[in-house]
Every structure is written in C-alpha cells, then in structure tokens.
C-alpha cells in the first residue's frame, strides 16, 4: 500500500480538469492543469497568487461545498464551473470545469433558433402580405391576381423546402452513432444524381462530364448519399457555372479502402475566408443569388452531417475565379 500522502497526490494529478489542495489560505498542492493555468509556482504560496477573482477567494476560503460560474480565472475570457468540496482538518478540494464547450453550443443553440426563425418569418411576411392585399383590396385584375398567387406559392414553396431540409438535418443527426449498414454503389448514387439533375442542367445549357468506375461499393444509407450527391452537383450547377462556362465534372473512384467522390467547376469560387463556414446552417456566400436559385443555405450542413455518419470526410476547396472542388471520401466495404 502506497503511502496516503503519495496516493492523494497521485489522484489530484489524475483529475484531467484544474485541481487544488487549498489548506486554510495555502495550495498544499495543485495538479498540472491548475498549474497550467494558475502558475507552475503556486504550490506552498497563498491562495491570492493563484487565484484573484474575489468571489472565487472567498468561496473557497469559506470552505463549504458550494459552485460557482466564474470568467476570469487564468485566461481572460474562459467561462469555469469552480467547485469546493470540504476535505479533512480545514483543507478543501477545488476542482475548475470549463465551461466554453458548453457555452459555444449554447450560442449555436441560440443563434441556430434565430437564423430558423428569420429564415421561416421572411417568405410568411410576403404571402401575409400578398394575401392581405387579395382579401381586403376589393377586385383585382386576373393578372394581378395570377401574379400574387404564383408568389405567394413561391414563398410557400420555400417556406416547405425550410421545413423539410430542418427534419431531414434533425433525422440524420438523431442517426449519428448508428453506422449505415446497407452496401452501396457510390457510382450508382452519382449516375442518378446527374440524372436528377437534368432538368436544371437543360435550364442552364450545361453538361457534365463523368468519369465513374465500376464497381464501388461503401457502406452507406443509400438516400443520404444521393441527397448528398444531389446537393454538391446542384451546388455545382447554380453556383459554379458563369455566363463564360459551364464546366462541370464528377468523378467516382477508388483509392485503396476508400471510395473517393469529387465534384469540380469552374465558375467563380469561393473567396477563402467562407470556406470554414460553408458547412454552417444557413451560412450563404452570396444569399440573394442562392434566395433567387431556391437555396435554403442548408445543403452543405446537410451533407457535412450525412459524410460524419459515414465515418468519411468532407474537403472543399476553392480558389476565387478559379472553380471549386468539393471531394467526400468514404470508407469502402
Ligand atoms: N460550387 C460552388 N461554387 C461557388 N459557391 C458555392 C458552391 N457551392 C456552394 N457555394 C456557396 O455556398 C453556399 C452554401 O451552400 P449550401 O449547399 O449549403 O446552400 P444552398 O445551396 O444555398 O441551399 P440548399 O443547398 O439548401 O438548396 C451557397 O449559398 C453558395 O453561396
Ligand atoms: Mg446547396
């Protein structure tokens, strides 16, 4: 049996999170977490060296088993849950969670909340509008009326693609840690991508040049890839072709254990600094032109979800003026 002394000194360097040995006014003893973050001199000083939020002090000076939220221990702005837990003969155990994990998915919580609710306010202001105006206008023309009927289908239209892309994200996302077991043909999946996609190309007089082996199996959920093979070719298609081209290309191959699909354009890129935020919901480099294309800015979110739940991964890469690529590579079966 290791001396007691050791053995509680072994397990305060255990504790991953900050953790200190205060007795009366004095560290007895701090682990490398807390001397990280306090100082590597603390140990055998007063408490006041390490710690000077005075709320903190007092808290622990007291010595009762309480906590408390605190911003301002060690770096600036980091948000800790302190914790004082009374040991034996007036020492007190303080132990620091961080709390930014915490709080950053609190704010995209919050920030997610908003961004839904302006995005799903904005097309039913229109049809309020649109509607209040057919009802209590008097007569209307049938023109006028036509034209007021087709916006307001159009804002409802949008309104529904909203709805839908929220709860196919929330399914995929409720799926997360249970891995697709059904064995599919990625090459499969992009052949009938680029079909879908034919009326949208026939709009913009574009073609796709494929280039898919044979035989590419991954373990997958056969409507997750082709939403998310629908997705990066559409994306292609509104905002990777200009007036000058409309060069697009899809690639299916194998590379070892692992099943690689690229989409690439040529059009205009994407300036650098979007590109971490492309996967955001709701996050849109230009949102007049993908309003005006029927974007919802969630397809990237989408597809980011759908490559986790495959264990792949997700690589976008662009320069501006140059084009875009935009690779997912899957594990293959
Ligand atoms: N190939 C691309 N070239 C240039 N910009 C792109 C490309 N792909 C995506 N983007 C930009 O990234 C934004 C986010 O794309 P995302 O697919 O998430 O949303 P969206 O296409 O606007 O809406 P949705 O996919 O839900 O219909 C787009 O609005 C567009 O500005
Ligand atoms: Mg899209």
């Not at 001396?3 to 953790?19: C, K, M, V, W, Y």
């Not at 007021?148 to 892309?165: C, H, K, N, P, Q």
């Not at 081209?245 to 989409?263: K, M």
């Amino acid at each position: 049996m290791p001396d007691r002394n050791a053995l509680a000194l072994a397990i305060l360097e255990a504790i991953e999170e900050p953790a200190l040995i205060v007795v009366g006014s004095v560290v007895e003893a701090a682990n490398q977490a807390a001397r990280l973050l306090l100082g590597a001199m603390i140990e055998g000083r007063d408490l006041r060296f390490a710690i000077r939020h005075p709320r903190a002090l007092d808290m622990i000076l007291a010595g009762r088993a309480e906590e408390l939220e605190v911003i301002g221990i060690g770096d600036v702005d980091r948000p800790w849950s302190l914790s004082v837990r009374p040991l034996a003969k007036g020492s007190v155990l303080v132990r620091l969670a961080d709390r930014s994990a915490l709080r950053s998915a609190e704010r995209m919580r919050t920030d997610f909340v908003a961004n839904a609710s302006h995005e799903l306010r904005t097309p039913l202001a229109t049809i309020i509008g649109y509607a209040e105006t057919l009802s209590e206008d008097g007569p209307v023309d049938e023109a006028t009326r036509e034209r007021f009927g087709s916006t307001i289908e159009t804002e409802a239209r949008r309104m529904l693609r909203i709805v839908e892309d929220l709860m196919s994200l929330s399914r995929i996302e409720a799926d997360r840690f249970r891995a697709p077991d059904e064995q599919v043909d990625m090459g499969e999946v992009a052949r009938i991508a680029i079909e879908n996609a034919a009326p949208l190309l026939d709009r913009r007089k574009c073609q796709i040049q494929a280039d898919i082996e044979q035989a590419l199996p991954v373990a997958g959920d056969f409507g997750q890839l082709l939403q998310l093979a629908d997705n990066l070719i559409g994306n292609a298609i509104r905002y990777g072709c200009n007036d000058k081209s409309c060069a697009i290309s899809v690639s299916v191959r194998t590379d070892g254990a692992r099943v690689i699909f690229v989409v690439t354009d040529q059009g205009d890129g994407i300036a650098p600094e979007h590109l971490p935020r492309l996967t955001e919901r709701f996050y849109r480099v230009d949102s007049a032109r993908s309003r005006e294309s029927g974007g919802t800015g969630l397809g990237l979110a989408i597809v980011k979800h759908i490559v986790e739940r495959h264990r792949g991964s997700l690589d976008i890469r662009s320069e501006a003026g140059r084009g875009t690529e935009v690779s997912v590579t899957l594990p293959a079966v």
